[in-house]
């Protein structure tokens, strides 16, 4: 199993069946559209350039409409819905509906009158929000001046005298008092700056208290109020509890709409694939009676795609499948298809980059080693039993996402060599339980555990050479592959062979043997991989250079420590956490000593498994991709609908 062969078909079809094609292909939802109006096609396909775009449904804006009517409902009831549980949510999942079945509740409900209904509310909160806005500016006015006893209807009714109420700066308040000692100064209030000052005085005085406090900066307090300050607060703060008791009853309301919503999410749903179905018009062109439509599409789903065209337009239409070009390698959309197993680890090629259409899949062959290197990152029985329980039970009695299905199938697999590897270590949870098998100490086989590591390294590195060897011989290019990968598979094993000689005494032969093999491999890497070069000297230095590459399979072999790194940190850690709550004293042992342990692994868990994911990806894409795998395929998007509320089910 590997990558999907692929077929590219033209649909040509009357122009008035272009809207019935659009639909059923969109509810097929195993083909990908090719924007034929892309001026590189154009280009590329000279008989394109003669022909009509194809318009948009006239009644693309009603939709785009009606589906903007919806997201807005649903933005803003969803905020007042009380929150489903997660776990209620993720037993039940999804509503599965068929597209036929989504299509009819819609046109057959009257979600326009819950959009109405909603709207008036959300008017309502609004109108209710500016009003308790517009009370608290009034507060936050009047605040400075809520222990003035007077209404500021007295004040304004005063004849025989004037008045002045305003803000000075606090610097200013010593000079106001001695330079208006015959007028009364009253301070109402301070703040950090500034000081609320009331002044009364005769008004034969008016014109010389106006002067200084135009030389101190005063500002006027101007207001329409009438009443006393304090009256003003305080029925501005009753008015605004009983605003906000209205908007109570109102958000309580919208807690009630769930038919409401459930009707809404389906119009989103609804709409949305509407929409995408009219802009689908865009990837085509036409004459002026035919429509010219082509993608791409699994060869094993061509039949499906020729059985409905025949059911839809009968003999009214040509449909033609054509092989994969050598041009088109670059822009065939990669679609994957491995077993459960494997399929569970395709996010990780995903995320580094899909393999280009004459490329190999590289997720069956990263898998036993991911599996392998995650296992020795854990390195804990008790933590990889959390982990498949954990899992175990998510996939069994929750609804889930595909893309959240596969993420609990991939820790659900590497569960089991994380037990396993935990098992050798006779680690559970660290050193809580102690398991009878110990087949490695992590305190004394130290230098094991290295050797263990580096030799899985070794051979992850020998393997991703013997892939790209593979590569080069399935495409034809057997001396390149001898040059660029075979003659560096010799040269490393020749030095590993020479080394163990040394190392192990092995018998002489077998260290002369290595030693020429060791030479025959470095001589064609010399001769041969700097084969681009112009000259012959170029050629032999830019052969020594790659030559020099040997230093880079060094550092690559060391990076394989990290998994014994991962793995005793990890376990240290477990064990460090032990140690802490065994030597909390008498009862609060048992009080916090369970919730500690709880907490403590859980943080430990987490952490372990964040360093193992991103390390083992990271041998992945470093040091073994780089030896065999370029990359760069765009994966498969089919023309489907949208599913953000509802699953579509297949009919």
């Given at each position: 199993?590997?990558?999907?062969?692929?077929?590219?078909?033209?649909?040509?079809?009357?122009?008035?069946?272009?809207?019935?094609?659009?639909?059923?292909?969109?509810?097929?939802?195993?083909?990908?559209?090719?924007?034929?109006?892309?001026?590189?096609?154009?280009?590329?396909?000279?008989?394109?350039?003669?022909?009509?775009?194809?318009?948009?449904?006239?009644?693309?804006?009603?939709?785009?409409e009606?589906?903007s009517?919806?997201?807005?409902?649903?933005?803003?009831?969803n905020?007042?819905?009380?929150?489903?549980?997660?776990?209620?949510?993720?037993?039940?999942?999804?509503?599965?509906?068929?597209?036929?079945?989504?299509?009819?509740?819609?046109?057959?409900?009257?979600?326009?009158?819950?959009?109405?209904?909603?709207?008036?509310?959300?008017?309502?909160?609004?109108e209710?929000?500016?009003?308790?806005?517009?009370?608290?500016?009034?507060?936050?006015?009047?605040?400075?001046?809520?222990?003035?006893?007077?209404?500021?209807?007295?004040?304004?009714?005063?004849?025989?005298?004037?008045c002045?109420?305003?803000?000075?700066?606090?610097?200013?308040?010593?000079?106001l008092?001695?330079?208006?000692?015959?007028?009364?100064?009253?301070?109402?209030?301070?703040?950090?700056?500034?000081?609320?000052v009331?002044?009364?005085?005769?008004?034969?005085?008016?014109?010389?208290?106006?002067?200084?406090?135009?030389?101190?900066?005063?500002s006027?307090?101007?207001?329409e109020y009438?009443?006393?300050?304090?009256k003003?607060?305080?029925?501005?703060?009753?008015?605004?509890?009983?605003l906000q008791?209205?908007?109570?009853?109102?958000?309580?309301?919208?807690?009630?709409?769930?038919?409401?919503?459930?009707?809404?999410q389906?119009?989103?749903?609804?709409?949305?694939?509407?929409?995408?179905?009219?802009l689908?018009?865009?990837?085509?062109?036409?004459?002026?009676?035919?429509?010219?439509?082509?993608?791409?599409?699994?060869?094993?789903?061509?039949?499906?795609?020729?059985?409905?065209?025949?059911?839809?337009?009968k003999?009214?239409y040509?449909?033609?499948?054509?092989?994969?070009?050598?041009?088109?390698?670059?822009?065939?959309?990669?679609?994957?298809?491995?077993?459960?197993?494997?399929q569970?680890?395709?996010?990780?090629?995903?995320?580094?980059?899909?393999?280009?259409?004459?490329?190999?899949?590289?997720?069956?062959?990263?898998?036993?080693?991911?599996?392998?290197?995650?296992?020795?990152?854990?390195?804990?029985?008790?933590?990889?039993?959390?982990?498949?329980?954990?899992?175990?039970?998510?996939?069994?009695?929750?609804?889930?996402?595909?893309?959240?299905?596969?993420?609990?199938?991939?820790?659900?697999?590497?569960?089991?060599?994380?037990i396993?590897?935990?098992?050798?270590?006779?680690?559970?949870?660290?050193?809580?339980i102690?398991?009878?098998?110990?087949?490695?100490d992590?305190?004394?086989?130290?230098?094991?555990?290295?050797?263990?590591?580096?030799?899985?390294?070794?051979?992850?590195?020998?393997?991703?050479?013997?892939?790209?060897?593979?590569?080069?011989?399935?495409?034809?290019?057997?001396?390149?592959?001898?040059y660029?990968?075979?003659?560096?598979?010799v040269?490393?094993?020749?030095?590993?062979?020479?080394?163990g000689?040394?190392?192990?005494?092995?018998?002489?032969?077998?260290?002369?043997?290595?030693?020429?093999t060791?030479f025959?491999?470095?001589?064609t890497?010399?001769?041969?991989?700097?084969?681009?070069?112009?000259?012959?000297?170029?050629?032999?230095a830019?052969?020594?250079?790659?030559?020099?590459?040997?230093?880079?399979?060094?550092?690559?072999?060391?990076?394989?420590?990290?998994?014994?790194?991962?793995?005793?940190?990890?376990?240290?850690?477990?064990?460090?956490?032990?140690l802490?709550?065994?030597?909390?004293?008498?009862?609060?042992?048992?009080?916090f000593?369970?919730?500690?342990?709880?907490?403590?692994?859980?943080?430990?868990?987490?952490?372990?498994?964040?360093?193992?994911?991103?390390?083992?990806?990271?041998?992945?894409?470093?040091e073994?991709?780089?030896?065999?795998?370029?990359?760069?395929?765009?994966?498969?998007?089919?023309?489907k609908?949208?599913?953000?509320?509802?699953?579509?089910?297949?009919?």
């Open positions: 199993m590997a990558i999907v062969k692929m077929k590219k078909f033209t649909l040509l079809a009357f122009e008035s069946d272009r809207k019935k094609i659009i639909r059923e292909l969109h509810k097929l939802s195993n083909v990908q559209l090719i924007n034929l109006q892309d001026e590189k096609i154009i280009e590329k396909n000279k008989e394109f350039k003669d022909l009509l775009t194809c318009d948009i449904d006239s009644e693309y804006a009603k939709y785009q009606a589906l009517k919806a997201k807005s409902a649903l933005e803003f009831l905020v007042y819905m009380p929150k489903k549980p997660m776990i209620k949510a993720l037993r039940e999942g999804k509503l599965e509906l068929t597209l036929d079945e989504l299509e009819s509740k819609v046109e057959n409900s009257n979600w326009i009158g819950s959009y109405s209904k909603i709207k008036r509310q959300e008017d309502k909160i609004l209710i929000d500016a009003e308790i806005k517009k009370l608290k500016n009034e507060i936050e006015t009047l605040t400075p001046w809520e222990s003035l006893d007077v209404s500021f209807q007295e004040i304004k009714e005063l004849k025989k005298v004037s002045f109420i305003g803000t000075i700066h606090k610097n200013y308040e010593e000079n008092i001695n330079d208006l000692q015959a007028s009364y100064v009253e301070v109402v209030s301070r703040n950090q700056n500034d000081v609320n009331l002044i009364i005085t005769d008004n034969e005085k008016k014109e010389k208290t106006l002067e200084v406090l135009r030389t101190i900066g005063f006027e307090f101007k207001t009438n009443d006393v300050p304090m003003l607060i305080l029925d501005a703060k009753h008015q605004i509890e009983e008791a209205k908007k109570f009853f109102v958000k309580e309301e919208l807690a009630s709409y769930e038919e409401d919503q459930k009707i809404l389906l119009a989103y749903d609804y709409y949305t694939n509407k929409v995408e179905r009219a689908a018009s865009n990837n085509f062109l036409r004459t002026k009676n035919v429509s010219t439509i082509q993608g791409w599409i699994a060869d094993e789903d061509k039949d499906e795609l020729k059985k409905v065209c025949d059911e839809l337009l003999e009214n040509y449909l033609e499948f054509e092989e994969v070009k050598e041009d088109e390698i670059d822009y065939v959309p990669i679609k994957l298809k491995n077993g459960e197993l494997v569970a680890f395709e996010s990780v090629t995903g995320m580094y980059s899909y393999p280009k259409y004459n490329e190999i899949d590289p997720t069956p062959l990263l898998t036993p080693f991911y599996l392998i290197f995650f296992g020795l990152m854990i390195a804990d029985a008790g933590y990889g039993l959390l982990m498949l329980i954990g899992t175990a039970i998510a996939l069994k009695f929750f609804k889930l996402e595909d893309s959240m299905k596969d993420f609990m199938k991939f820790f659900f697999y590497l569960s089991f060599p994380t396993f590897v935990g098992a050798i270590y006779g680690s559970f949870f660290g050193d809580f102690v398991l009878p098998t110990k087949i490695i992590t305190n004394n086989d130290i230098m094991t555990i290295i050797i263990l590591s580096l030799t899985l390294g070794v051979i992850q590195i020998l393997c991703g050479l013997g892939i790209k060897a593979y590569s080069l011989i399935r495409m034809g290019l057997i001396k390149e592959a001898f660029d990968a075979i003659s560096w598979i040269t490393l094993v020749s030095i590993g062979g020479v080394a000689a040394k190392l192990l005494n092995w018998p002489n032969f077998l260290g002369t043997f290595f030693m020429i060791m025959a491999g470095m001589v890497i010399i001769l041969t991989n700097g084969r681009d070069a112009k000259t012959k000297p170029g050629q032999i830019s052969g020594a250079y790659a030559l020099y590459g040997i230093s880079g399979y060094v550092g690559d072999l060391v990076s394989y420590t990290r998994l014994m790194a991962l793995g005793l940190s990890g376990g240290s850690i477990a064990g460090a956490f032990n802490l709550i065994n030597t909390m004293p008498g009862i609060a042992g048992l009080l000593g369970p919730l500690l342990f709880v907490l403590m692994h859980i943080f430990n868990l987490a952490l372990s498994l964040l360093g193992a994911y991103v390390h083992t990806a990271r041998l992945q894409y470093v073994y991709f780089g030896k065999f795998y370029e990359g760069g395929g765009k994966p498969f998007k089919a023309f609908s949208s599913e953000k509320y509802v699953k579509i089910r297949r009919n």
